[in-house]
């Protein structure tokens, strides 16, 4: 599931890191959050003792990911926090 991410915030954000030398200059990538979404793991043991291996993603276990797939839809407010 790909969220409508980043913000004009976010690339703001991203753009002063990449000008500060904190995240490197992208050639052809997908920037600041274009690939970012919540999905299943191969690595469902990580996700148990909560090891964050994804690149900003949300990893869920499989079984969630088909749950949460019924009960959304296009256009659900997604707010994610710690």
């Known amino acids: 599931m790909l ?9 703001r954000r991203y753009r002063g890191g990449q000008s500060d030398g904190l995240i490197p ?3 052809g990538g997908p920037g600041a959050g274009g690939a970012i979404g919540i999905h299943g793991s191969d690595r469902e ?3 148990r003792v909560s090891i ?3 690149l900003g993603c949300i990893s ?3 079984a969630d990911v088909k749950e949460l797939d019924q009960l959304v839809t296009i256009g659900t407010l997604v707010y994610i926090h710690e």
């Open 52 to 54: 964050n291996w994804t």
């Open 60 to 62: 869920l276990l499989n």
């Open 25 to 27: 200059k992208q050639n």
């Open 45 to 47: 043991a990580f996700n």
């Open 3 to 11: 969220l409508d991410y980043p913000t004009e915030e976010d690339i």
